[in-house]
């Protein structure tokens, strides 16, 4: 399988929806289920939302991966934002500091197979995440 890359520059929410868009054909192009595509589109969703509504910009970066046999897909969702002060409460259900109910992060770490997440307060966030078919 021949890898692919692709950007997509987040800022507002239609941005969210193009990227989800891209998530998703992604996903269909490299063979996964219906409801791995689903999980997938939600992930990147997810986290495109989380910088329209802390960051103001950033990007996705959605990719094609290989390990052996395996093929998946692999999201790095970047910002300049403010960051996450204490990364192992903002990993806890619940904990939100924009009013919500705080799923987004959690739950995006639970519907994909790797999860990683990097911030640096006052300069921004790097969460990459992946989903092997």
């Given at each position: 399988m021949e890898p692919s890359a692709v950007l997509q520059p987040v800022s507002c929410d239609s941005d969210v929806v193009a990227a989800?868009?891209?998530a998703r054909r992604?996903?269909?192009e490299i063979g996964f289920s219906r409801p791995d595509q689903a999980l997938i589109a939600t992930a990147v969703s997810e986290l495109a939302r989380?910088?329209?509504?802390?960051?103001?910009e950033g990007e996705i970066e959605l990719c094609t991966?290989?390990?052996g046999t395996r093929f998946?897909?692999?999201v790095a969702a970047r910002d300049r934002g403010p960051g996450v002060e204490d990364v192992e409460l903002a990993m806890q259900d619940g904990y939100s500091t924009g009013n919500s109910l705080g799923l987004g992060l959690p739950g995006t770490r639970r519907i994909v197979d790797d999860f990683e997440i990097?911030?640096?307060p006052g300069r921004g966030l790097i969460v990459t995440v992946a989903k092997w078919r």
């Open positions: 989800r868009q891209l992604l996903a269909v989380n910088i329209v509504k802390y960051a103001d991966i290989a390990s998946g897909i692999k990097r911030s640096e």
